[in-house]
């Protein structure tokens, strides 16, 4: 499954997406302006950056699991035990072995998707 970045979208509410297309399929990842301030991702260079890196490893994990939608990373997600939200470097390796742990089930003896 190729998946391709096509654009940054224009900026609707407190969020910024991107458009990729998966096949011949388009879904848009995003970020919301709040998580992007506490990581302070502020430049549009940086936005587009982050969500070239974040959005394919997004993209496979949701292929993976078998529901591929549109999707916009949010602060929850990233929350560590004592309520903060982690790093940025600490966040991009928890989505990198989320997608490991998933793509390992997915060609485990029995999986069933």
Same mark, same amino acid.
């Given at each position: ?15 910024? !997406? ?63 035990? !004592?309520?903060?939200?982690? !790093?940025?470097? !600490? ?23």
């Amino acid at each position: 499954m190729e998946i391709k970045f096509l654009q940054i979208l224009p900026r609707r509410g407190t969020y910024i !997406d991107a458009l990729f297309q998966v096949d011949d399929k388009e879904v848009r990842i995003g970020i919301t302006d709040t998580l992007r301030a506490i990581w302070k991702i502020n430049a549009e260079k940086e936005v587009e950056l982050f969500l070239k890196q974040f959005g394919p490893l997004k993209i496979r994990l949701m292929i993976t699991n078998n529901n591929l939608s549109d999707y916009r990373f949010q602060t929850y997600e990233f929350k560590k035990g !004592d309520g903060f939200v982690m !790093d940025l470097g !600490d966040a991009l390796e928890k989505l990198k072995k989320e997608v490991i742990e998933a793509e390992e089930r997915q060609s485990s003896i029995g999986f069933k998707p």
